[in-house]
């Protein structure tokens, strides 16, 4: 399923803030390697991961790839878990509706 893909490359942390810092600003590989301590090598491998997913995606400008988000994956996460949230905010909506009848 194209979902497990997803939430599978989301449950690493250097992933999810590969991702964090992508919404921000387009990076090379090599900047990008230089936030974290692992190795350039084990970088591409977690934007390959990232790739596979179609969350990011990767241009080549002169000998550099330039790596971006992109948001039409997460689009597909968030109409998968919009009803789930449907479901928590009328919950929390009945508990504060409770609390303010007992005050």
Do not use: C
Not at 32 to 57: F, G
Not at 81 to 88: N, S
């Amino acid at each position: 399923m194209y979902l497990n893909g997803l939430f599978g490359s989301l449950a690493d942390p250097i992933r999810r803030d590969i991702l964090n810092r992508l919404m921000k600003a387009h990076y090379t590989v090599g900047q990008l390697a230089l936030n974290y301590e692992v190795s350039l090598a084990a970088v591409a491998k977690h934007l390959t991961v990232l790739q596979k997913a179609q969350l990011i995606t990767k241009t080549r400008r002169g000998n550099e790839q330039v790596i971006q988000i992109a948001p039409e994956a997460l689009h597909d996460v968030a109409v998968y878990l919009a009803p789930y949230e449907e479901l928590w905010s009328s919950r929390f909506n009945k508990v504060d509706a409770l609390l303010k009848e007992e005050k």
